[in-house]
């Protein structure tokens, strides 16, 4: 005869913690590297699912042809290339802040994806550049004074180590620039929809090969992300006790084997699928590009603020 709730356990009742008192016994284990390199992998795939739904939000870039905004943000790119003062990618770098706030982008999210990577880096690799040793200049700080001159071989470091002003301003221009370049690119894959850009880039002449690479190798990444993800899962349903490190590069090497052949026998299936409807290398999407005034207004913006940003440049030498 089954218990009366009432003298059911706190954790069965659902008023306690979610386990019983003997099965918290013991430290937490911790994650080893294969179930937190799923873990990252699957959350790369719900962050594209995420950036399609923003490209589907009725954001101001959204809305706008994507031949259009892809043309006018490659004007903005060119022009970052060639500026040369601090403050006119400072400008440059808040017109992407306020494309990204029209498009109804959480600008927290928008700064966060441009800089946890690849301006970070782009600094760390011109670090060295502030120094006298490195880039001569004028010293603004000095950090060791030696007391005389030092050589390294047939080298001269001079006689202090100190940061420059030239190099300050050279690394400040460069990762300046790669932040608005990334910015930029940032923000037309967030506003754009994966079929529609490829649609839009083969309208610039790119090559049909380039584009069909493009469109599979994104489609196989998120497919085979989620096949591993489904295979790790199904093993650890299957597992009682933890796991030891051989068993997990075991599990590694044998899952790299099995999608390996998936992924080359699912090549063949889907190339004949594609050519038994009719593809011939030309980027399909279900939605017509139809340019409107105020597509071409987008474009003449980007246009306009291009070149006023060159100009501003090439004023202040």
């Known amino acids: 005869m089954p218990k009366p709730l009432s003298t059911a356990p706190a954790w069965m009742r659902g008023t306690g913690p979610a386990t019983c008192a003997c099965c918290r016994i013991g430290r937490t284990r911790k994650r080893s590297a294969v179930e937190r390199t799923i873990q990252?992998?699957?959350?790369?795939?719900?962050?594209?699912?995420?950036?399609?739904?923003?490209?589907?939000?009725?954001?101001?870039?959204?809305?706008?042809?994507?031949?259009?905004?892809?043309?006018?943000?490659?004007?903005?790119?060119?022009?970052?290339?060639?500026?040369?003062?601090?403050?006119?990618?400072?400008?440059?770098?808040?017109?992407?802040?306020?494309?990204?706030?029209?498009?109804?982008?959480?600008?927290?999210?928008?700064?966060?994806?441009?800089w946890l990577?690849?301006?970070?880096?782009?600094?760390?690799?011109?670090?060295?550049?502030?120094?006298?040793?490195?880039?001569?200049?004028?010293?603004?700080?000095?950090?060791?004074?030696?007391?005389?001159?030092?050589?390294?071989?047939?080298?001269?470091?001079?006689?202090s180590v100190a940061i420059t002003k030239q190099g300050l301003e050279g690394a400040a221009i460069l990762i300046l620039r790669v932040a608005v370049s990334v910015s930029l690119a940032v923000l037309l894959a967030l506003t754009t929809r994966w079929s529609d850009l490829l649609k839009a880039l083969r309208v610039f002449y790119v090559p049909?090969?380039?584009i069909l690479t493009l469109s599979m190798t994104y489609r196989y990444i998120f497919l085979l992300l989620s096949l591993a993800s489904d295979m790790f899962t199904a093993r650890r349903s299957r597992m009682?006790?933890?796991?030891?490190?051989?068993?997990?590069?075991?599990?590694?090497?044998?899952?790299?084997?099995?999608?390996?052949?998936?992924?080359?026998?699912?090549?063949?299936?889907?190339?004949?699928?594609?050519?038994?409807?009719?593809?011939?290398?030309?980027?399909?999407?279900?939605?017509?590009?139809?340019?409107?005034?105020?597509?071409?207004?987008?474009?003449?913006?980007?246009?306009?603020?291009?070149l006023v940003a060159w100009g501003a440049d090439r004023a202040l030498g």
């Open 40 to 114: 990252n992998l699957t959350r790369a795939l719900k962050n594209s699912v995420f950036s399609e739904q923003v490209a589907a939000r009725p954001g101001l870039l959204q809305k706008a042809d994507p031949r259009a905004k892809t043309a006018g943000l490659l004007g903005l790119l060119l022009a970052t290339a060639v500026i040369r003062q601090p403050l006119i990618l400072l400008g440059m770098y808040a017109v992407t802040l306020a494309g990204a706030a029209a498009s109804r982008l959480s600008l927290g999210f928008f700064i966060k994806r441009v």
């Open 117 to 159: 990577f690849i301006p970070i880096f782009a600094g760390i690799i011109v670090a060295p550049s502030i120094f006298n040793v490195v880039k001569a200049g004028d010293p603004l700080v000095t950090i060791w004074n030696f007391g005389h001159e030092v050589h390294l071989g047939p080298w001269s470091l001079g006689d």
């Open 208 to 210: 049909r090969v380039f």
């Open 240 to 306: 009682v006790g933890p796991s030891n490190p051989r068993e997990d590069r075991h599990f590694a090497a044998a899952s790299m084997g099995t999608l390996l052949g998936k992924s080359h026998s699912l090549s063949n299936e889907i190339y004949a699928a594609m050519v038994s409807r009719g593809y011939n290398g030309e980027p399909v999407a279900l939605r017509r590009f139809r340019a409107r005034t105020a597509d071409w207004a987008v474009f003449a913006a980007a246009v306009v603020i291009a």
